[in-house]
Structures are given as C-alpha cells and as structure tokens.
C-alpha cells in the first residue's frame, strides 16, 4: 500500500506539468512559422525590436494573432498584409518599394556612385599634380647649383 | 576661404534635416486606416452588458472614438479634457475600453466623472488590433459616412483640440 501510494505521489509533479506554456508547444510547426514571421514585424511600442523579441503586451496578443491565421490556413504574405492594413508599412521591417520609398532604396546607391565619382576625379587630379612636378632641367640645375654652394661654405 | 564653402553647406544641410527629424514624434505612425471606412465591431456596452454597440449606430453623425483604459496613465491626463469637451455638446465621444476590467473601468468613471455618451468594451483588444491601437490613449475623427478622417495617438490636449480635432469637427458636420 504504501509503495503504490508513493508511486502516486511520483505521479503529482506531472499533474503541475500539463498547463504549462501550452501555447508554445500546441504545435511546433505553427510556432516556428510564427515565430520567423514575427522577427520580419516590427512591435509599434518598443519600436526598435521586433515582434519576436518583444515582452510588450500588444505584440503578445499581436504573436497569439499570427498563430491563428497560420492555423487558418494563410500565406505569410496575406498575414503581412492584414497587419500592414492595420499598422501600415511601419509594421515591416523591410519596406516595399513604391514612390514613397524610392529615395529610401536608390538613396545609398546613388550616395555610393557619387563617392566613386569624387573619388575618380580627385584620383585624376592628383595624377596630374604629380605630373607637374617633374622639375625642370634648368630647375634641376639651379638645385645643383645650390648644393655645392653649400659644401663649399662647410 | 573657397575650399570652405561646400562642406558648410553640406553641414548647414545636415542641420536642417536633424532638426527638422527632432521636431517628428517617431511615436506617431501614420495610420494607414485615415480614409478608410471604420472597421465593424459589436461589442458590448460598459455598465449595460446586455446591450451593444457597433460603428454602425453612429452612422449620419460626426463623433470620436477614445480608446482609453483605467490602467492608461496619459488616459488620467486627457480625462479633464474630454469632460470639458462633452459639456461643450459639440460631438458625441463614444470610449472603447481596452484590454481593461469593467469593474475598474466603471470605478474609474464614477471616481472621475464620465465624458462618454457610450462605452464600448475591448476585453481582449480584438477590436483593437482592427483599429491599429498601438498605444492608449488613441483618439479617432469618424465622419457621418463611417469614414475616419483623422486619427490622434496620444492624449486629446487644450491645443490639438482647438487646433486640429474641433476645426476638423466642424468642417465635417457641414458636409
């Protein structure tokens, strides 16, 4: 009696098991798309992590959202879309390219080939300069001259 | 004196956009709902459970909608505010309560006094995540076709009252 008994008491630890973090484990497929859709999607109040990485209380309610409509059935893209609809591109960490947001994805490339333009040019330049300075044959014979004024003074 | 001039326009330049980038509020996302008709809701009221209410109720009427919850500090802020506002009679201030108690939300408005002509509950921010609330207060312009012409994060204060919501208000009523 008192073996089968204590065989029962082993069996309490796992009745504290069964609720916890059901949530994440219901069904690892579903967390996993989530949870890297999620690291695309900016969290709007601590706007510099992402939705993943967020403790704030919208994003979770945000996350248990994705989960649902992964178990609906839809595409990452139409996830993305019913949350742009709401939040707007912000929500993105990666924005689309549209007329807005044409300078945001030309600007660096235009910055980079303008810095290979002044650098072509000031390069240019200094080639030239150091043409110049080649000095002269008579110029080379003033110097001459220089110099041996100068042992003839020691 | 010449090789001077262009990097102090390249500094006066970057000046200007740093200051103009410290005077925006990168909390205030423009919300891609201005324009477009109120998402449908029905939920049910704070105090009268058994009744409801939807966007649809208000239909002909310029009001706001004030999302607003008793654990929302900036909430308390704005609260004077909307008292003042509703004695005016002006336009109907229907609250949407957020993720909040209706036990806490009723003591909040019997403590305070209440501006709202109706609350609606969001218990679990559903309707919320519709509207794009990201950060309560949030405070929306819905015009007599449904359509939300303006939307306010952040507490309602004597300024943009004056200023933006009332102005907008009035021009909407015309219409």
Same mark, same amino acid.
């Given at each position: 009696?008192?073996?089968? =008994?204590?065989?029962?008491?082993?069996?309490?630890?796992?009745?504290?098991?069964?609720?916890?973090?059901?949530?994440?484990?219901?069904?690892?497929?579903? $967390?996993?798309?989530?949870?890297?859709?999620? $690291?695309?999607?900016?969290?709007?109040?601590?706007?510099?992590?992402?939705?993943?990485?967020?403790?704030?209380?919208?994003?979770?309610?945000?996350?248990?959202? *994705?989960? $649902?409509?992964?178990?609906?059935?839809?595409?990452?893209?139409?996830?993305?879309?019913?949350? *742009?609809?709401?939040?707007?591109?912000?929500?993105?960490?990666?924005?689309? *390219?549209?007329?807005?947001?044409?300078?945001?994805?030309?600007?660096?490339?235009?910055?980079?080939?303008?810095?290979?333009?002044?650098?072509?040019?000031?390069?240019?330049?200094?080639?030239?300069?150091?043409?110049?300075?080649?000095?002269?044959?008579?110029? =080379?014979?003033?110097?001459?001259?220089?110099?041996?004024?100068?042992?003839?003074?020691? | 004196?010449?090789?001077?001039?262009?990097?102090?326009?390249?500094?006066?330049?970057?000046?200007?956009? +740093?200051?103009?980038?410290?005077? +925006?509020?990168?909390?205030?996302?423009?919300?891609?709902?201005?324009?477009?008709?109120?998402?449908?809701?029905?939920?049910?009221?704070?105090?009268?459970?058994?009744?409801?209410?939807?966007?649809?109720? @208000?239909?002909?009427?310029?009001?706001?909608?004030?999302?607003?919850?008793?654990? #929302? !500090?900036? #909430?308390?802020?704005?609260?004077? !505010?909307?008292?003042? +506002?509703?004695?005016?009679? +002006? !336009?109907?201030? /229907? %609250?949407?309560?957020?993720?909040?108690?209706?036990?806490?939300? @009723?003591?909040?408005?019997?403590?305070?006094?209440?501006?709202?002509?109706?609350?609606?509950?969001?218990?679990?921010?559903?309707? %919320? /995540?519709?509207?794009?609330?990201? %950060?309560?207060?949030?405070?929306?312009? /819905?015009?007599?076709? %449904?359509? /939300?012409?303006?939307?306010?994060?952040?507490?309602?204060?004597?300024?943009?009252?004056?200023?933006?919501?009332?102005?907008?208000?009035?021009?909407?009523?015309?219409?």
């Amino acid at each position: 009696m008192r073996r089968f =008994l204590l065989a029962l008491a082993c069996l309490v630890p796992l009745l504290a098991y069964a609720g916890e973090a059901r949530d994440l484990s219901d069904d690892p497929v579903t $967390e996993k798309r989530m949870v890297k859709l999620a $690291e695309e999607l900016r969290c709007l109040v601590c706007q510099n992590e992402s939705l993943a990485s967020s403790h704030a209380e919208l994003a979770d309610d945000l996350r248990q959202e *994705v989960r $649902e409509k992964i178990r609906k059935g839809l595409t990452d893209q139409q996830i993305k879309d019913y949350l *742009v609809a709401r939040y707007g591109d912000f929500v993105l960490y990666q924005p689309p *390219v549209k007329r807005t947001t044409y300078l945001l994805w030309a600007g660096p490339f235009i910055l980079l080939l303008a810095g290979m333009g002044i650098l072509y040019v000031q390069l240019r330049k200094r080639k030239s300069a150091i043409k110049d300075e080649t000095p002269s044959a008579e110029a =080379l014979q003033r110097a001459a001259a220089m110099l041996s004024d100068e042992k003839e003074k020691i | 004196m010449t090789r001077f001039i262009l990097p102090f326009i390249v500094f006066v330049v970057l000046v200007i956009f +740093l200051f103009i980038g410290l005077r +925006l509020d990168p909390r205030e996302v423009p919300s891609p709902l201005v324009g477009k008709p109120a998402p449908v809701f029905v939920q049910p009221q704070l105090g009268e459970a058994s009744k409801v209410f939807s966007p649809a109720d @208000m239909k002909g009427k310029v009001w706001l909608m004030n999302v607003w919850a008793s654990w #929302c !500090v900036s #909430c308390e802020a704005e609260h004077p !505010v909307l008292m003042e +506002l509703s004695k005016l009679n +002006l !336009v109907p201030i /229907i %609250g949407l309560d957020y993720k909040d108690k209706p036990e806490a939300a @009723m003591q909040v408005l019997n403590q305070r006094g209440n501006p709202y002509s109706l609350v609606a509950t969001d218990r679990d921010g559903r309707t %919320g /995540i519709d509207y794009g609330v990201y %950060g309560v207060p949030e405070t929306y312009v /819905i015009d007599k076709q %449904g359509i /939300i012409q303006y939307k306010l994060i952040g507490p309602v204060n004597p300024k943009n009252l004056k200023e933006t919501i009332l102005p907008m208000v009035a021009e909407l009523e015309k219409k």
